[in-house]
T-cell receptor, first 110, second 116 residues
Framework: GIQVEQSPPDLILQEGANSTLRCNFS?????LQWFHQNPWGQLINLFY???GTKQNGRLSATTVATERYSLLYISSSQTTDSGVYFC????????????FGKGTLLTVNP | GAVVSQHPSRVICKSGTSVKIECRSL??????MFWYRQFPKQSLMLMAT?????????EQGVEKDKFLINHASLTLSTLTVTSAHPEDSSFYIC????????????FGQGTRLTVV
């Protein structure tokens, strides 16, 4: 099956700093999403972005499908940005189930 | 975005008993739902694909007789953990899409199961 690798696995920032999270995948995809998992376990949808670039406030994402990677940018980070960020991809098949990366644990210190 | 509701959010049960977890799509119909499992500090692993009106499709290594899935309507899928054991303690999360395969997936709040 498709492989999803996220980097870095852990990231510690000071409040106000910017960061870039990366997601590499091993095959062509029809679906790519970024999530933030909050301390209670809820997955918050950040972006649905199988290709192209999107922005939402301080967050933006870019997927270069031909080169099999996606980037999540967080600018002016805040302590509330802390948590685990997951990239998940879907490819092939009729149900397009999502395969998750192992996540990036982001800690933003005040 | 679409809303997926999961219940209960937390459950504690005794070894040997069964627990049912519900996953509902509140404002859309979902012919397909997905059940994931997450161990502490790990990623989400797909357990099974729930198909309305037909049998679920289980991932390799997932015991279908232990994790019973029923998708009786277009808005409800249930996961029953049968004869639960402490090793079944985990975080279970369901997911659904409000459109076709190439659309955004939304997740329930998750259910934290503790078997004592």
């Amino acid at each position: 099956g498709i492989q999803v690798e996220q980097s870095p696995p852990d990231l510690i920032l000071q409040e106000g700093a910017n960061s870039t999270l990366r997601c590499n995948f091993s095959d062509s995809v029809n679906n790519l999403q970024w999530f933030h998992q909050n301390p209670w376990g809820q997955l918050i949808n950040l972006f649905y972005i199988p290709s192209g670039t999107k922005q939402n406030g301080r967050l933006s994402a870019t997927t270069v499908a031909t080169e099999r990677y996606s980037l999540l940018y967080i600018s002016s980070s805040q302590t509330t940005d802390s948590g685990v960020y997951f990239c998940a991809v879907g490819s092939g098949g009729s149900n397009y189930k999502l395969t998750f990366g192992k996540g990036t644990l982001l800690t933003v210190n005040p | 975005g679409a809303v997926v509701s999961q219940h209960p959010s937390r459950v504690i049960c005794k070894s040997g008993t069964s627990v049912k977890i519900e996953c509902r799509s509140l404002d859309f119909q979902a012919t397909t739902m997905f059940w994931y499992r997450q161990f502490p500090k790990q990623s989400l692993m797909l357990m099974a694909t729930s198909n309305e009106g037909s049998k679920a499709t289980y991932e390799q290594g997932v015991e279908k007789d232990k994790f019973l899935i029923n998708h009786a309507s277009l808005t409800l899928s249930t996961l029953t953990v049968t004869s639960a054991h402490p090793e079944d303690s985990s975080f279970y999360i369901c997911s659904a899409r409000d459109g076709g395969a190439n659309t955004e997936a939304f997740f329930g709040q998750g259910t934290r199961l503790t078997v004592v």
